[in-house]
């Protein structure tokens, strides 16, 4: 089983910059691709970004291209969000993902096993 704890959420102005963590535990995550999502209050959760298990390669969300950047570390079992010039419409609790399966870097939630309990990202106008 795999624990996901994600942190560096806050409070930040338009413009800012945020960096995610999330740490794994449990087990080693490095086989598994790993994704970020969001979900906004009365939205449904949607893909930011994603990383191959051997972090070669990445996907993004249009809406944060070229504002945000995926990345991970095997040997600390932690994948990151780099998030810059934030706007207040990337407001919403992030969650850290893993898909134990790989066989795509999926967009869609239900194709990972693993989630965690969210942190909240809130971008002031």
């Known amino acids: 089983q795999v624990q996901l704890v994600e942190s560096g959420g806050g409070l930040v102005q338009a413009g800012g910059s945020l960096r995610l963590s999330c740490a794994a535990s449990?087990?080693?995550?490095?086989?598994?691709?790993m994704g970020w999502f969001r979900q906004a209050p009365g939205e449904e959760r949607q893909f930011v970004a994603g990383?191959?298990?051997?972090?070669?390669?990445?996907r993004y969300a249009d809406s944060v291209k070229g504002r945000f950047t995926i990345s991970r570390d095997n040997a600390k079992n932690s994948v990151y969000l780099q998030m810059n010039s934030l706007n207040p419409e990337d407001t919403a609790v992030y969650y850290c993902?893993?898909?134990?399966?790989?066989?795509?870097?999926?967009?869609?939630?239900?194709?990972?096993?693993?989630w965690g309990q969210g942190t909240q990202v809130t971008v002031s106008s």
């Open positions: 993902a893993a898909d134990s399966q790989r066989r795509s870097l999926y967009t869609e939630a239900s194709e990972y096993d693993y």
């Open positions: 990383i191959w298990w051997r972090g070669r390669f990445t």
């Open positions: 449990g087990r080693t995550v490095s086989p598994y691709n």
